[in-house]
Structures are given as structure tokens and as C-alpha cells.
């Protein structure tokens, strides 16, 4: 059922809520840390009674709505009632508010009758996750695709192309009516609501009941703490504050599972993977291994994990056990969701649970698997190294912004120099590109739609400027190598070396002479229209281990430090296996 409103007296227009502002002498300003979004305990509008063309604001606003009861309630219990109805900074909202009967699905959905059952500190959690600092009007709304939440987490939006003024957040709560205005902010009602990010991927699986093997293997190889934790805050050395969050994905393995292996405690897992064990390793780091191979250092969906495009191709992961990885097959024919993916389809193949897959938790993503994914080492298989693809740089980047999942309508850039994942060295004679940082992120419009994740890294160094930096795990054998390049038509005098020696390059693997090659990658860009485009560093290297490598470059042309228009823009490189 529809939610009614009295839209005749709460939809106002941009220029009535502003002259209605002006004549109150009240200005908005945009706080800088959400902590000082809320004060608790302001509510100038408390006890009054507000009509006419000046709406009530939030919290007030759903007192006077039929439907929102439940809400209301939610609001009073959490001691966030007088919160949501002003700011200390004077900050609008737009609030996602489920009615009465999304409430009462959600607390089905929880097992529970009431709000009071799940706790006051989880409610508070409730309104957070349904809030967004600044008011969002609908025709804004619909061309986004994400927004963030007032707990910094990013909430997907998917707008119904068959149902006009509806759209699905997060893929599970469905907003039917768009942009009611508050005095404070915009309502977006929904008919379902969201689930908060209260749970951290260990709690996750910790908390099921069904997991108990995995959960005290993740505790016995040292993964408890890191997997719990989401956020920290240190200092760098110059004595400034960083912080830093935690992303994961958690291929997760029940004790059904476990026990169609024969594995019914750890220590029966344990004895299974001694079984195996041909390197002479200790019992202790046979397990630390087995729980690394099941841990990637980021969030990723099981699409993602999947290949690119095509059917039955393969891509390679790296896990967090030292120098293993597994491979991810996807069968785009195939014609249900269950066989779609398969890992290490060349050993003993394991599919996700696609009903206990792609659970997020407040620090990523855990999926469940059908097999118990013992560590093994493929064949060679494609590597794609996507450059932006490293935690600490998504650490430095808005979370509306990192790897969007379309072309963006403008550029974004963040620096991101001082991401631990680059060691670099900006050269003496400087640079004349004002455009970028040193070394920054930036995300792609539609004319280089063909970049991985719509993002690339741009370096801008000057002449003999260096960097480094650690690839993926890379399993042995013979390669070719191709680099994916950003070009724009500022680019052209580096295609057509008019001036410098178009982006010269001394880039090597490992340090190893065998492995190093001088490379000019700008000058193999076929025409002058802006676009993306591959240009071959190795036509054939070879990795004697299964390991990461250390990829280097040096830059070689001078324009790099004279030209105000030079720089490389990077997307990603390709490790394409070469049959013996």
C-alpha cells in the first residue's frame, strides 16, 4: 500500500524553500566530518507546530504523515529523533524511511517483533545507514548510482526504468515515492528497507552457527582481529592522522561442506591437509596457508571475480596465502546462476552458494562455497593488473567515486602519491603539468568507456622520475606482456614525438636485466581520436616462480619535464600466457 501525503502542502519549489530560508536569516553549510553532522540534542522545532509553505522538519515531518509510525517509534527509541530534525551545522539530510509495512517486514526478516529486540545501539546503526548528508533532490537522484550513507557506506542505487518514481537501493529496498520535502531535507519512501552494515565479515561467518570449522581456523591462523576490523586511525610521520579501512573477500566454507570431505572439526582439517602436505610444512602453517588461500585483500562481488567478458574464460586471483592463488571460470551460457562461476575448474572445481554469496559485512563481502577449495596451483592463466585495484588507494579516494560502474560525466582526481603501494621518486627538474598531482586517480568519461573500471593512474613525474610497484601473484611460465594506455589528444605530440621521444619508458620486472625493456608506449597509439589502446612491452618474458613481482619504470623524455601536456596514463597490464 501507498503511503499517503498531503504533497499540496509539503512539495514546495526551489525557489519558495529558498525565499522561505532567506526570511528566516538562515544559511546551510557543509560540515567536513559527518561525526558533526548530528547533535543529538538540538531540536529548535520542539514543541512547536509549523504549517503553511515551511515544511516541518524530518523527524516532525513523518509525525504528521500517515504511515510512518513504526518509524517514528524507531526514531524515539534511538535517541535520534531530535538528531534527524536538526544539525549542529545546519546540514540537510535526505532520509530513506521505510513505512509501517517495510518495518514490519524487516523485523520478520530479522526474527524479531519489535525494534527494542535487536537493541538501541543497532537502531542508531538503522538510521545512519538510512541517511545521507545533504538533500538529494529526484531529478539528481536518478542520475546517480551511488550515494553514502551517514556511516561512510556506499549504498547502490538502481533506478526501475518500467515503474516511473521508483527505484531499488542496494539491490533489496524499493523507494516508491521520491524527494517529499522536509525542512531540513528530502524523504524517499520505501516499501522495503535496507539491512544496516552492523557486522564485520568475521562476524559474519562467526555468527551463522554454521560456520564453526572456518570460524576457529580463522582464529587459529591469526586472521580474528584483522577480519574484525574495519577502520584505523594512526599517524603518519608527520605526525598527521591517517586512516585507514579494511576490505576483504571471505570465500567461506560450512560444516556441511566440510563434512561431505570427511571434516567434521579442525582438527580432522588440520589432519586432511597433512595428508597432502609434499613442501614439509608444519601442521600451524599448512592451516595458515589453507586460511589465506580463502582471503583476498579487497571487496569483490562474484561478478567481479568473474572474467570480463566471453564465455569459459579464466582469470587468475591472488589469495593472502603467500605465492598461491586460484582461478575463477566464468560459462556466461550457462543458464543458472549456480553454475556461472567455477573455481580451480582444472583441479577439483568448487561453485559459490549463490544464496550465501555476496553477503556484505561493514568490511566486504563473503561468499560460500560448495567445496572445501583445497590449496592448489593452476596452469598459466590470463593476469589482469588492474593499477587502481590496491586497497590503499581506495582508501584515498571518495566511495561514490572509486572504480564507478559506468563512464562518469566528468573526470575526478585524487592524489594518491602516498599510497603505500608506490615507491617513487619525482625527478629533479620538476614537472609543468598543472593538471595532475604526481601521482593521482582519476576516473574515466564515456570516450574512454573501454578502461577497466572506468579508472586509470596517471603519472607525472618529470624527466627521470621513477616508480615501483608489486603485481599480482603471477604463476610461472612465459608471458606477453600488454600495457592498456589512456589517450587524449593532448597526447598527440608524444604519438607523434614532435616533442620528446614519445613517453620513453626503461621498465622492468624484478630489477633483472633479462627482464627489462625500453618502451614508448604513446608512439603505438593508431590514430588521433582520444580513446583507450594496448601497446605489447614484452612479446615474450618468462617467471621462473609462482610469485608477485616488483614492476618498475623509469621515465625517459625529457618532455616529461618541459611540456606542460605530458603525462602517462595508465589502465592496466595483461599477463597473456604463451603455450610451450
Known amino acids: 500500500m501507498m503511503t499517503k501525503i498531503n504533497h499540496t502542502r509539503k512539495r514546495m519549489s526551489a525557489r519558495a524553500c529558498l525565499l522561505a530560508v532567506m526570511a528566516l536569516g538562515m544559511t546551510f553549510f557543509t560540515s567536513s566530518c559527518d561525526k558533526d553532522v548530528l547533535n543529538w540534542n538540538s531540536d529548535p522545532f520542539k514543541g512547536q507546530t509549523y504549517a503553511g509553505t515551511l515544511a516541518s522538519p524530518i523527524s516532525t515531518f513523518l509525525t504528521e504523515q500517515e504511515g510512518f509510525d513504526e518509524y517514528v517509534k524507531l526514531l524515539n527509541y534511538s535517541d535520534m529523533f531530535n538528531a534527524l530534525n536538526q544539525s549542529s551545522s545546519g546540514i540537510s539530510f535526505t532520509a530513506f524511511v521505510p513505512n509501517n509495512e517495510a518495518m514490519q517486514e524487516f523485523y520478520k526478516r530479522r526474527g524479531v517483533s519489535s525494534i527494542e529486540e535487536l537493541g538501541k545501539e543497532y537502531a542508531r546503526q538503522f538510521v545512519l545507514y538510512h541517511t545521507v548528508k545533504d538533500s538529494i533532490l529526484p531529478d539528481a537522484f536518478v542520475q546517480k548510482k551511488t550515494v553514502q550513507n551517514l556511516n561512510s557506506d556506499v549504498i547502490s542505487i538502481e533506478i526501475d526504468t518500467l515503474n516511473a518514481g521508483q527505484a531499488v537501493l542496494n539491490g533489496e529496498a524499493r523507494v516508491v515515492e521520491m524527494g517529499l520535502s522536509a525542512y531540513n531535507g528530502k524523504v524517499y519512501v520505501l516499501s522495503s528497507a535496507m539491512t544496516p552494515l552492523v557486522e564485520t565479515v568475521y562476524e559474519r561467518i562467526n555468527g551463522s552457527g554454521k560456520n564453526t570449522i572456518m570460524s576457529e581456523a580463522l582464529a587459529a591462523a591469526g586472521w580474528t582481529k584483522r577480519l574484525n576490523t574495519v577502520v584505523d586511525t594512526t599517524l603518519n610521520q608527520d605526525r598527521e592522522r591517517v586512516i585507514t579501512h579494511y576490505y576483504y573477500t571471505v570465500l567461506n566454507v560450512s560444516d556441511a561442506t566440510f563434512a561431505k570431505a570427511g571434516i567434521s572439526s579442525l582438527s580432522q582439517l588440520r589432519a586432511k591437509l597433512a595428508e597432502s602436505n609434499d613442501e614439509g610444512l608444519s601442521e600451524d602453517s599448512l592451516l595458515r596457508q589453507y586460511v589465506g588461500y580463502h582471503i583476498l585483500q579487497n571487496q569483490y562481488t562474484t561478478a567481479e571475480l568473474g572474467a570480463l567478458n566471453g564465455s569459459n574464460v579464466t582469470r587468475t586471483w591472488s589469495s593472502s596465502a603467500r605465492n598461491q592463488v586460484f582461478t575463477v571460470t566464468t560459462d556466461t551460457l550457462a543458464a543458472n546462476e549456480v553454475d556461472k562461476y567455477i573455481l580451480n575448474v582444472s583441479s577439483s572445481p568448487v561453485r559459490f552458494v549463490p544464496a550465501s554469496s555476496n553477503v556484505l559485512s561493514k568490511n566486504g563481502y563473503v561468499h560460500e562455497l560448495d567445496g572445501w577449495l583445497p590449496v592448489w596451483e593452476p596452469e598459466q592463466t590470463e593476469v589482469l593488473w588492474d593499477l587502481a585495484d590496491y586497497t590503499e588507494i581506495k582508501n584515498m579516494v571518495d566511495a561514490e567515486a572509486y572504480q564507478p560502474a559506468e563512464p562518469t560525466s566528468s573526470e575526478q582526481r585524487f592524489r ?34 573501454d578502461a577497466h573500471n572506468h579508472d586509470r593512474i596517471v603519472f607525472n613525474l618529470g624527466y627521470m622520475g621513477q616508480v615501483a610497484m608489486q603485481t599480482p601473484t603471477i604463476v610461472r611460465g612465459k608471458y606477453r606482456v600488454e600495457l592498456t594506455i589512456v589517450y587524449m589528444t593532448t597526447n598527440n605530440f608524444m604519438r607523434q614525438q614532435t616533442d620528446g621521444n614519445g613517453g620513453l619508458l626503461k621498465l622492468s620486472f624484478d630489477d633483472n636485466p633479462d627482464q627489462t625493456v625500453f618502451t614508448a608506449p604513446y608512439t603505438k597509439v593508431p590514430k588521433i581520436m582520444p580513446g583507450v589502446y594496448t601497446s605489447t612491452l614484452f612479446e615474450e618474458i618468462e617467471f621462473t616462480e609462482t610469485a608477485p613481482h616488483r614492476m618498475s619504470f623509469i621515465v625517459l623524455d625529457p618532455a616529461a619535464s618541459s611540456n606542460s601536456n605530458f603525462s602517462l596514463q595508465f589502465d592496466c597490464i595483461r599477463f597473456i600466457p604463451i603455450e610451450n
Open 416 to 449: 594518491v602519491a602516498t599510497a603505500s603501494c608506490f615507491e617513487y621518486e619525482m625527478s629533479e627538474s620538476g614537472t609543468k603539468n598543472r593538471s595532475y598531482s604526481d601521482i593521482d586517480y582519476v576516473t574515466c568519461r564515456s570516450n574512454m568507456k
